[in-house]
């Protein structure tokens, strides 16, 4: 028998329930529903938790996107991989407590400690800092871009809602994605550890458990972005809180397993081996009588 991998005669009695993963339990139990059902709560979760985070980047870097596409000076533009400027000197275009956007045709960095991102436009390149250290992305050599705020302005208020619901799309998908790929990884040690406790789950059930899994851990970085959000945590919290929620869908994964049914024979036990055909089985002897014993066997004569 493969590893994990049950009989058919061995199904799980779990209930065909709608089991929505915010406890032990309710991951089991979402690993054991129909297919029809177990698509409705991943829709309806990964939908929730892209609209928390789309609502999160509206609140935090919507505000300051807009208020630097509205400080871009006239004649600013890209011109074959260059940024043409009216002056030399930077220009800070936008700043709050979550992002700060730069105009910086010099190629020295200015810093601006007051904000969690800073985003630079610079000579040759866009630079990002955050905590973490910069990122340089170059422009490519063939772009040609009109920065100034009567052209960027216009085609921002255009294309604001589709581009707001295209990310939001994106994120639910990345979401799905994302899971997918974890409870891919999760289901061999899944595996292992349910036949190690003696559970009865077959690999199909197994992955939809790790699957589960993630969900409240995605429920935790949801509640850590309307907090970070709502100014009432900063981004290193946001950062472990990412980390942490790994933590929580591991948790969760062995609690899951703890809660299948046990197996109704050992994983362990040894099958007896069939009968050797074509050999008699040795018959019975009386109790009391020793079948090579010359006196006894003269007296039953």
Known sequence: MALGVMDQSTEIDTPNRVGWPLTLGGVAAFASAGLAKRALVCAAWATACATICLWSI????????????????????????????????????????FLTVVANPSSDLTVDRSSDIQVEIGISEMR??????????PYPSALELDLSGDS???WW????????????????????????????LHT??????????????????????AFG?????????SLALVAYAMLQIGMLHLCVLWVC????GWLYLLGGIFCLPKMRRSPFAVPSPPPISGVDAPTSTAPGKNPFNSSESKVDD
Do not use: Y
């Not at 990002?128 to 992305?137: A, I």
């Not at 061999?188 to 458990?209: D, H």
């Open 58 to 97: 509206n609140r935090t870097w919507v505000p300051a996107i807009e208020a630097a596409i509205g400080a871009l000076p006239e004649k600013a533009a890209i011109r074959a991989g260059r940024m043409v400027f009216p002056d030399s000197n930077p220009r800070v275009l936008a700043n709050n407590r």
């Open 152 to 154: 960027v302005l216009p």
């Open 157 to 184: 208020q255009a294309w604001k809602p589709s581009v707001l619901t295209g990310l939001g799309l994106f994120l639910s998908v990345s979401v799905l994605v994302s899971w997918s790929f974890l409870a891919t």
């Open 213 to 221: 899994s993630m969900m409240p851990g995605g429920a935790l970085m």
């Open 128 to 137: 990002f800092r955050s905590f973490m250290g910069w990122l340089h992305c």
């Open 245 to 248: 929620q790994w933590l929580v």
């Open 188 to 209: 061999p040690p899944a595996a292992l550890f349910a036949r190690l406790l003696g559970r009865q789950a077959a690999w199909p059930q197994l992955w939809w458990l």
